[in-house]
């Protein structure tokens, strides 16, 4: 009998270990699915897309196994990894990295969706925590992807194994991770935990006392500002192709004759348009772009190469040669981003910024604006063979550095005029002016300040005397909030307690007296608070009818007969 008591006990001891384990089972189940499942769907798209252009090719070369091989190959260089070219005409494998950035979209979206929603799921609790669905969907995305490697490796385009392994899980990881936090509501303590791992010095700039506020409004600031950038380049190339339309049509033309090979040019060129805009913020920033090893095309001087493919996009290159005027008016892009970013960060100033604070908000958002299209540079740009071709696009760290200088040049002074512009409307002279129109004279002749200009601070009476502040008793008491305002020093002198309404305070020599009501008050305190600006006071003309009825002379009273006593 002992026996079984003792098993029972070692049966009751384990229970919890196998709930948990059957708990935790179905939402990570469920989490590499939804990574597999997203992966499968992204592979799906692209051989759907790579079949569909195969069968309507009136010349293929290869057959739908060489198809789905290409299919697959595609679907890695979406996610930036770089493939190698095996069939060329000298026979030295050429490598092919460009990353289409309107390719690398259908991947993004694909694992951001499968992570929120295992994240957050109908049933209550959600299937899967947090960490959970994350790694899942990682997992089971990155299995998926390894399997497609592998099968992309025995044909024409082969993926660069380092490229692959590098590409493939930072871009699950990072689209994963942003798709569990939005399932959680796009919670701020996510981010401190990422803030933290941050060297010592730069921690304590990020997660100072109001540092926070300050990094977020400098990130929605370079999000306007980066897609100013990128919006402005779409709209110079656009301008470019308009310009040099001809060679564009004959490029487009030249490349294909049936409407198959036309349809799969145009989507190529649908695909790299979010590049060719990345490129034109190179240009208009000053750096340029890279067109071909040792030629440079920038604003000054423009020396594309010689010997380029006929392609559409590449058609819209400036001429060799110096700039004119025309070329430097792309100028205004950067100025315009500039503008936008001063006026995001000079709006969401608080009253209490300091320039040099609404200074460095701009500086913030210039280096993650910088950042932002230096990692876009990378992604726009990279080898499309060896020799001439070893180098398209343009160069991230200048790209970088120059959108820092234009972003910060312009926006610092745009900033702290827009914060100057809104504290003159705020209050400024004119809340100054109102504070000195609401002084009042005792009766005595000594003079009481209900209120003070904004920014000038209460008044403080002596430290070595008791305040005491002398308030006519039957005046209206405009001066401790006014009509249908609260009385904001009951609220701050609640201990004072209760006025003595029966004092009297002298006013002359002649032995003359007059009801008071005397408010004991402490040395460092102020009877009155802040004034209420003028913009905010829904009811200034009551105020004003209150204050010119205070300001009216008292009524003496009746002297008693002395003659009759």
């Known amino acids: 009998m002992a026996g079984v008591i003792e098993m029972t006990a070692r049966r009751t001891s384990l229970s919890p270990l196998f709930t948990r384990l059957r708990d935790r089972t179905p939402g990570l189940a469920a989490s590499l699915l939804g990574g597999a499942v997203a992966a499968g769907l992204g592979l799906g798209s692209f051989a759907v897309l790579v079949t569909v252009l195969w069968i309507s090719s009136p010349y293929p070369d290869s057959g739908p196994g060489g198809a789905l091989h290409v299919a697959a190959a595609l679907w890695l260089l979406a996610h930036g990894a770089e493939l190698v070219r095996t069939d060329t005409l000298s026979g030295v494998p050429a490598p092919v990295g460009v990353t289409p950035l309107l390719l690398l979209a259908l991947p993004l979206w694909l694992v951001h969706r499968a992570a929120r929603d295992v994240a957050s799921g109908d049933e209550a609790p959600p299937p899967a925590s947090g960490r959970t669905a994350w790694a899942g969907v990682v997992l089971g995305y990155l299995a998926v992807g390894a399997a497609a490697a592998l099968y992309a490796s025995g044909g024409v385009l082969r993926p660069s194994w380092a490229w692959v392994c590098g590409c493939l899980p930072v871009v699950a990881t990072v689209a994963a991770g942003a798709g569990v936090w939005t399932a959680y509501g796009r919670p701020g303590d996510a981010l401190d935990g990422v803030l933290v791992l941050l060297p010592a010095g730069l921690r304590r700039l990020v997660l100072g006392a109001d540092a926070r506020a300050r990094l977020g409004v400098a990130a929605r600031a370079a999000g306007a500002g980066a897609a100013v950038l990128v919006g402005g380049g779409a709209a110079v190339l656009g301008v470019s192709l308009v310009v040099h339309g001809e060679a564009t049509r004959g490029s487009f033309l030249q490349l294909t004759e049936g409407w198959s090979g036309r349809f799969a040019v145009l989507l190529l060129c649908l695909a790299l348009v979010p590049n060719a805009a990345v490129w034109a913020v190179g240009y208009a920033t000053g750096p340029g772009f890279v067109l071909g090893a040792g030629h440079v095309v920038a604003p000054l001087s423009s020396d594309p190469a010689p010997l380029l493919p006929p392609f559409p996009l590449l058609a819209a290159v400036p001429d060799a040669g110096a700039g004119g005027t025309v070329h430097w008016v792309v100028a205004g892009v950067p100025v315009v981003a500039g503008v936008v970013v001063g006026w995001f960060v000079g709006r969401a100033a608080d009253a209490d910024w300091s320039r040099g604070r609404t200074a460095g908000t701009v500086c913030w958002a210039a280096a993650l604006c910088a950042g932002a299209l230096a990692g876009l540079a990378v ?83 002596s ?50 007296y007059e009801p008071y009501a005397v408010l004991p008050l402490e040395p460092s305190a102020s009877p009155f608070p802040e004034p209420t600006p003028w913009y905010e006071d829904a009811s200034r003309e009551s105020r004003w009818a209150a204050l010119k009825e205070a300001s009216a002379p008292l009524e003496e009273p009746e002297k008693p007969d002395r003659a009759a006593d």
């Open 379 to 461: 992604l726009a740009g990279g080898p499309l063979g060896v020799g001439t071709l070893a180098g398209f696009g343009p160069v991230w760290w200048q790209v970088g550095g120059a959108v820092a200088v234009w972003i910060a040049g312009v926006g610092v002074p745009v900033a702290l005029g827009v914060g100057g512009w809104r504290g003159r409307t705020r209050g400024g002279a004119r809340a100054w002016v109102r504070g000195l129109l609401t002084w009042r004279k005792a009766a005595d002749g000594t003079t009481t300040t209900p209120g003070a200009a904004p920014g000038s601070g209460p008044v403080k009476p």
């Open 463 to 512: 430290d070595t005397q008791a305040a005491r502040v002398v308030v006519p008793s039957g005046a209206p008491d405009h001066t401790l909030g006014g009509p249908g305002q609260e009385d904001a020093h009951a609220r701050e002198h609640a201990d004072a307690g209760p006025l003595e309404e029966d004092a009297y305070a002298p006013t002359d020599q002649d032995d003359t």
